[in-house]
């Protein structure tokens, strides 16, 4: 059975863009504009040899109000964490920390899920300055990534599969 690695995070931090890259596809939609992917997203991706099932969700927000567009993301989110074997939590190295984040890491560790914090967008950003907020959320370990220039993806996932 391959992994099963689910993206969960609040809109906009650049989930679809790290599916993107770790699945080599464009099947996730990116968007300048929170929450456009509404539905999960399933892609294969490969960490040396190996295989493993990636999913994009559309952002969570766990107190989303009833009819909202959110409430639905919310749901699928949950379904994709409940299937995955591992829980890929981004969170905006730009944005810095919300209240959202927080909810997302109270959450997860309701759950017990096996979970990896990662920090996007953090090329060209000094090395302390990029994670240190994050701690807060006491999920341990922050790690810098850039989705979008591919810094450090690699050793991202393979911490993720040791958590498998
Ligand atoms: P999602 O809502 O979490 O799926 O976020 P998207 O993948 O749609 O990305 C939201 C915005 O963040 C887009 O404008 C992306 O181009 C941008 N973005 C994603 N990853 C990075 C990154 O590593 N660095 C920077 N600077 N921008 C990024
Ligand atoms: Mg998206």
Known sequence: MKPVIALVGRPNVGKSTLFNRLTGTRDAIVADFAGLTRDRHYGNG???KREVIVIDTGGFEPDAGEGSIYREMAKQTRQAVAES????FVVDARAGLSAQDHDIA???RRLG???VLVANKAEGMTSGAQTVEFFELGLGEVLPVSAAHGQG???????ALERV
Do not use: A, F
């Open 46 to 48: 490969r960490v040396g």
């Open 85 to 88: 074997d591992v829980v890929i």
């Open 106 to 108: 109270n959450y997860l």
């Open 113 to 115: 899920k096996p979970c």
């Open 153 to 159: 993806v690699r050793s991202m996932l393979e911490i």
